[in-house]
């Protein structure tokens, strides 16, 4: 009879384990979801300020075509990237640079410069940039801390049985790594 509840006992144990971590796994494949989550939002908010920003520049440096232009198209490209992280990520590279060279030639109008409204789309684009690199970190920190447990002893087992798989970082490319360089003054 002891050895039927030894034997009770050490079941109870392995399911409790089994079914201890797999809520875990749940609970940080959520946290993963709600971080991508504020990664996106941040990109919306970035995609919709860029056409007041180049409508701004516009009013000011219409000669400037070519430039305005592949803002335009890298932004829509980055708005149609609904696919995995990765691919996100890689159409969020052609934005970044294309929003540089916006900026950039902006620099080369001081009365834009000196426009309130421009200003205000600065300060607003900085604010964003910076909010969109704090949730990139809190994202790409969760992905850590879960793939860690996938990959982990013994917990991997408990991860091949219910298919719980690696995400993926959201990593800008390292041409585009720093943030676009916004003046406020």
């Not at 995400?167 to 790594?177: G, H, I, L, S």
Request: net charge neutral; charged share 25%.
């Amino acid at each position: 009879m002891t050895a039927v509840y030894i034997a009770g006992g050490v079941l109870f144990v392995i399911l409790a384990s089994i079914a201890l971590s797999y809520n875990r796994f749940v609970q940080l494949r959520n946290l993963v979801r709600d971080s991508w989550a504020d990664v996106d939002t941040e990109l919306r908010r970035r995609y919709d300020l860029i056409p007041n920003l180049v409508a701004t520049v516009k009013g000011y440096a219409a000669h400037e075509k070519a430039i305005m232009e592949r803002v335009t198209e890298a932004r829509s490209a980055a708005v149609a990237a609904t696919g995995p992280v990765d691919q996100q990520a890689q159409a969020e590279a052609p934005l970044v640079g294309a929003l540089r060279g916006l900026l950039a030639v902006a620099e080369n109008y001081p009365e834009l410069k000196a426009s309130a409204n421009f200003l205000a789309l600065q300060t607003e684009l900085a604010t964003t940039e910076d909010r969109l690199q704090a949730a990139r970190r809190f994202y790409n920190a969760n992905v850590r801390d879960y793939n860690r447990r996938v990959q982990s002893i013994p917990s991997n087992i408990i991860a091949g049985w219910f298919n719980f798989k690696e995400e993926k970082f959201f990593e800008v490319e390292e041409a585009v790594r720093a943030a676009p360089r916004v003046e406020t003054t």
